[in-house]
């Protein structure tokens, strides 16, 4: 059986991997298989090449949670832009004949 904890680095190599290329939908598995790994190891700190291994594994952890913040900052602007547009779309749609009482009409003859 291989090294559980370069086993984990390797997990958050292909986390990070898969943040960076912003493929979300395979991210549920592998939160699935380091809950896994991480319930397997031992309940003792680890010593020598264990011990490195998990910091290298906080290294990337680190990294991909830099990448995350990015991502949801730029998520969350475009989510505004979004918002503001829509507004003005229902500002223009409830000002057509909002003053006669008439159906709101949109001219289509170009």
């Known amino acids: ?40 190891l031992p309940d003792g700190a680890p010593a ?10 906080a290294d990337l952890q680190a990294a991909t949670t830099a990448a995350l913040s990015v991502q949801v900052s730029e998520l969350r602007r475009s989510l505004g832009h979004v918002a503001q547009g829509r507004t003005a779309v229902q500002g223009y749609g409830a000002g057509a004949g909002a003053g006669a009482g008439a159906p709101a009409r949109v001219d289509l003859s170009g």
């Open 48 to 57: 020598g090449a264990a011990r490195a291994a998990l910091a290298r594994a």
């Open 1 to 40: 059986m291989s090294d559980p904890y370069v086993a984990l680095v390797g997990l958050a190599e292909r986390e990070h991997a898969l943040v960076v290329a912003g493929e979300w939908e395979e991210l549920a598995g592998v939160d699935a298989a380091r809950r896994a790994m991480l319930a397997a």
